[in-house]
């Protein structure tokens, strides 16, 4: 097994993606068929943002990406042969 | 036809053409043109209820549910790969002992070719 430092973040990870399933999950497929007067409905957004925030989330991931491609290849230019 | 500059004889070959090769391309389907196929139909599914093209009147908690069914199945997608990966980083088989071990034979390896004259 795995120890220390990759153990934390491998079941960090884990946690982390159980939890946010979770929470979508409940957001997009349970509120529905929730009276709109339960107090549940005050902890979630309205449900356009169900859409919006993983939409900017998925840009400023492309963003991330993006720069770092850009980075390193700037870093990895020679004067005249790119072998 | 007329549109596209063509007489009615040369449409009536481009149709049998179109079937025949129709024909050939479903007896030997590849996995891409299967997977183009399943999410185009899944598309034109979730297009008529969102946008009730058929006038279907679905309850409105079932319209709800289902518009924002693609973002969620790619979040869903998401999550399964974190988790996938976060499980396995943490479960890897380490070998401390064969690990240490291969530092040992390394580090014998670099004194050795040093000794022969090998510049590291």
């Given at each position: 097994m795995a120890t220390g430092a990759d153990q934390a973040v491998g079941f960090g990870l884990l946690g982390f993606s159980l939890s946010l399933f979770t929470y979508y999950t409940i957001w997009v497929i349970v509120l529905p068929f929730?009276?709109?007067?339960?107090?549940?409905?005050?902890y979630f957004l309205p449900r356009e943002y169900s859409v919006i925030l993983p939409g900017v989330a998925a840009l400023i991931l492309l963003l991330f990406v993006g720069t770092f491609i850009g980075v390193v290849t700037w870093k990895n230019r020679k004067p005249k042969k790119v072998d | 036809m007329m549109l596209l500059g063509i007489s009615r004889h040369q449409s009536g070959f481009f149709n049998y053409n179109f079937a025949l090769h129709l024909c050939t391309v479903f007896s030997t389907m590849t996995k891409l043109l299967e997977w183009l196929l399943g999410a185009s139909l899944i598309g034109m599914a979730w297009g008529l209820v969102t946008f009730d093209l058929l006038d279907l009147q679905l309850p409105p908690q079932y319209r709800e549910l289902v518009w924002p069914m693609p973002v969620y199945l790619l979040v869903v997608f998401g999550c399964y790969s974190l988790a996938t990966v976060g499980y396995r980083v943490a479960t890897f088989n380490d070998c401390e002992d064969a690990a240490k071990e291969l530092q040992a034979q390394i580090k014998e390896a670099k004194e050795d070719l040093k000794k022969k004259g090998l510049k590291m």
């Open positions: 929730v009276d709109s007067d339960h107090v549940i409905h005050s | -």
